[in-house]
């Protein structure tokens, strides 16, 4: 795809993700059934055309069916979109590891990770469900090691990983029963949203994408024998 193509995808996606967060501002439950399985698409959409590795739209769509079994207002839908967004941070993982080797600097963001893993984890667990807390921990585990792997490519993947742990920490809190902020689906999404368009600018920039040849270049160029 040229990149105009490209560039009308990424707007059709801000487009779904400012739909999606007005529709959750004011309250419009229907707004955000339809604008929101339209988000993950788009972005893998737009990354395919800037040409974006595969394993990116495979995160991405991973995370598309994470969103659509957490519309479900059932325990099992939540367990499997969970599973559905691990398998996307299996995809991160594995792209991270094309990344810059670690610095020494890096084992401080290591330890401020795990850190914040422990502590969250410990102060989650005795509001979480009984069936739910193995589950949402070995979950925990992964999205951590994601978030500090997303480090491997710069800032703006980093701030990527991060705004995706901030994310399901909110879910997490509203699983447990904490206190929540007023429209607490609005911040889950905005941060979510945030997070998956940063790591998807961030590994498009550090990996390198690989836009499609215009066609004029194409059909010049020799056919080898």
């Known amino acids: 795809m040229s990149p105009r193509h490209a560039r009308v995808l990424l707007v059709c996606f801000g487009a779904a993700a400012a739909a ?17 399985p339209l988000l993950m698409p788009l972005l893998a959409a737009y990354v395919r055309a800037s040409g ?5 739209v495979a ?20 367990l499997a979109g969970m599973a559905s967004f691990a398998a996307g941070h299996v995809c991160y ?6 990344g810059a080797p670690r610095t020494r600097s890096a084992r401080l ?8 893993l422990v ?4 102060l989650l667990w005795p509001g ?14 992964l999205l951590t090691a994601m978030a500090f792997g997303a480090t491997r490519l710069g800032p703006v993947a980093g701030a990527g990983g991060a705004l995706f742990m901030l994310s399901d920490t909110l879910i997490a809190t509203g699983v447990a029963e904490w206190p ?32 499609a040849l215009p066609a004029t270049y194409r059909e010049s160029r020799p056919v080898s024998t």
């Open 52 to 56: 974006g590795p595969r394993l990116l």
């Open 93 to 98: 993982l594995l792209l991270f590891r094309r």
């Open 20 to 36: 999606d967060l007005v529709s959750l501002a004011v309250g419009s439950e229907s707004g955000h059934t339809v604008a929101k």
């Open 180 to 211: 929540q902020l007023p429209r607490p689906d609005l911040w889950i999404m905005a941060t979510y949203l945030a997070a998956q368009y940063l790591l998807a600018r961030g590994v498009t920039g550090a990996l390198g994408a690989r836009p």
């Open 119 to 122: 502590a969250t984890v410990a």
């Open 59 to 78: 995160a991405l769509l991973f995370g598309w069916g994470g969103d659509v079994l957490l519309l479900l207002d059932a325990e099992p839908a939540f």
């Open 128 to 141: 979480l469900p009984a069936d739910l807390r193995v589950p949402v921990a070995g979950y925990s585990l």
């Open 109 to 116: 963001v290591a330890g401020a990770y795990a850190l914040a």
